[in-house]
């Protein structure tokens, strides 16, 4: 992910829209990236990954898109509920047991 | 799937004590575990790197006498933040890779320090 230790982006939303989530990364060597969801005091939860050898993965109401060539990660959520608000991290590795790189994160907030 | 547990979920201490947090890997050995720290409204950052066995590796800026740590099982990594500050209060999350070669990252649920 990004350089670190900025406040948060923030992405308001109305419910049941999409919504849509960047990323950028910056090691063209990391060939794994994951999204995270983190609420209020907790750890993150892993939502959906994707490997470099793809370019797009699809989970329940979420699909990752990767472009390596940018180096741009998104994270689509369809029909958007208020469960959904949280901080979402994007993170990337080489794979092995280098640790995660999290990006700076965007607050999605929904309106009901 | 692979659950990592932290301990204590929140801490108050006064300035200049010390502190303990554990991570453990409860149904998994895990002979690598990362530390992370977070502050209000920013994201993750990495620490430090936990070895069973051997010395910890830590981040640049990191500094290691200050947050001491330990991994003395395949199931335990334990944080201390020796004299706190109130500068040290933070969000310390920790982490393992599960078994196979995925490299996905568990995470414990954190531990809120507060200092004094």
């Known amino acids: 992910g990004e350089s670190v230790g900025l406040h948060l982006p923030t992405l308001s939303v109305q419910e049941g829209d999409n919504s849509i989530i960047n990323c950028a990364y910056s090691?063209?060597?990391?060939?794994?990236f994951i999204w995270y969801k983190q609420e209020s005091g907790k750890g993150p939860q892993f939502i959906i990954d994707i490997r470099s050898n793809m370019d797009k993965r699809q989970g329940q109401r979420v699909t990752v898109l990767l472009n390596k060539t940018v180096k741009h990660l998104s994270l689509q959520i369809a029909a958007t509920q208020p469960g959904d608000s949280a901080v979402y991290f994007c993170a990337d590795l080489v794979s092995g047991n280098t640790p995660l790189v999290f990006g700076k994160g965007t607050r999605l907030s929904v309106i009901a | 799937g692979a659950v990592v547990s932290q301990h204590p979920s929140r801490v108050i201490c006064k300035s200049g004590t010390s502190v303990k947090i554990e991570c453990r890997s409860l149904d998994f050995q895990a002979t690598t575990m990362f530390w992370y720290r977070q502050f209000p409204k920013q994201s993750l950052m990495l620490m430090a790197t936990?070895?069973?066995?051997?010395?910890?590796?830590?981040e640049q800026g990191v500094e290691k006498d200050k947050f001491l740590i330990n991994h003395a099982s395949l199931t335990l990594s334990t944080l201390t933040v020796t004299s706190a500050h109130p500068e040290d209060s933070s969000f310390y999350i920790c982490s393992a890779p599960g078994q196979g070669n995925g490299g996905e990252l568990f995470f414990g649920e954190g531990s809120r320090l507060t200092v004094l």
């Open positions: 936990s070895n069973e066995g051997s010395k910890a590796t830590y």
């Open positions: 090691n063209s060597a990391s060939d794994y």
